[in-house]
């Protein structure tokens, strides 16, 4: 304790700042024991880059993720006296190219991905967490007869882009669950019955193969007065039987715990007791890859980390 699942560098993330080593230290300035490194995928359409990434080629997005793999790596040996070092990616799904891609980079890179953040950024191919004007722009591409019509196909597809990726390649932390409601966070699921039939169908496949739900940080900067995913989904998966881990979704080293003073609070109004970690295992998961679960001893809650913390 503590730990994070799920962060970002400027050196392979253009919308991120610093150094994947800036991250790293600074995680070891705040007694992280366990830091996941889980720089984006590849994309594979020039539509697809972000304004940022204008300069960039698609194959230049291909050979940054592989320096990331090896500078992540590098990182991981030099500093493993003081920090266990998990090496990741976080998944992309706007088209079935990216599925495609994705299965290609695993089977290419093997054991150097240890897990996956499994995360949706995007609806009918539109990213949804870019701004509101964009967000916006994704949920009028349903093109329905009402607003309430317009909002359960948005939601529906984006659960069900959810579900597609749990199925094919069971990552081990589920990222972000809810981001789909980024700009309208206080709208409860429960108001669409094949929404929330989905959303429950999505909860019981992550439990049955193993996931972790990671309890995400980064919602508090985004103005939430909750980290992702919020007390409805919470909830559900606590019904389901569902296990969490932290993340800070970090972009660079300016946002290393970044809202963490935050999350005892929530995690003890929405009733979760219990964390849990990945740990690098001899033993392979439901998806092959050697890294398991692993419930924190004792309270987590009386663990020095939090103690003053104001940040």
């Not at 291909?62 to 793999?69: A, G, I, P, V």
């Not at 359960?152 to 981001?179: M, N, T, V, W």
């Not at 881990?245 to 109004?269: F, K, T």
């Not at 295992?281 to 998806?287: E, F, I, T």
Request: aromatic content about 12%.
């Amino acid at each position: 304790m503590p730990h994070s699942h799920h962060s970002h560098s400027g050196q392979f993330c253009k919308h991120a700042s610093g150094s994947l080593e800036e991250v790293v230290r600074e995680a070891i300035r705040q007694r992280f024991t366990v830091y996941g490194l889980t720089e984006h995928v590849p994309r594979y359409r020039e539509i697809d880059l972000y304004p940022e990434e204008e300069k960039l080629s698609l194959d230049l997005l291909s050979k940054q993720f592989e320096d990331f793999l090896t500078e992540a790596h590098l990182l991981k040996q030099l500093h493993a006296a003081q920090i266990t070092l998990l090496v990741g990616l976080e998944t992309e799904y706007i088209t079935k190219l990216d599925l495609d891609g994705l299965e290609n980079v695993l089977q290419r890179f093997g054991e150097r991905v240890q897990y996956i953040v499994g995360s949706v950024h995007h609806v009918n191919g539109i990213p949804i967490d870019f701004d509101a004007l964009t967000y916006e722009k994704a949920l009028r591409s349903f093109v329905v007869e009402n607003e309430e019509s317009r909002q359960e196909a948005f939601f529906s597809a984006y659960f069900d882009a959810q579900y597609e990726l749990l199925r094919r390649f069971k990552p081990e932390i589920i990222g972000h669950f809810d981001l789909c409601r980024l700009y309208c966070p206080n709208l409860r699921f429960e108001r669409f019955s094949e929404v929330w039939r989905k959303i429950q169908r999505n909860i019981e496949f992550a439990v049955n193969y193993g996931a972790l739900f990671e309890v995400n940080a980064a919602a508090f900067r985004k103005k939430w007065e909750t980290a992702y995913p919020a007390d409805d989904i919470v909830e559900a998966i606590r019904n389901h039987g569902g296990r969490f881990a932290l993340s800070d979704d970090s972009h660079g080293p300016g946002a290393v715990g970044l809202n963490y003073h935050r999350l005892p609070e929530y995690l003890q109004s929405v009733g979760i007791s219990e964390l849990w970690y990945l740990q690098a295992s001899s033993l392979p998961n439901a998806a092959g890859r050697s890294i398991q679960p692993v419930k924190l001893d004792g309270e987590w809650l009386a663990h020095e980390f939090w103690c003053g913390r104001s940040t």
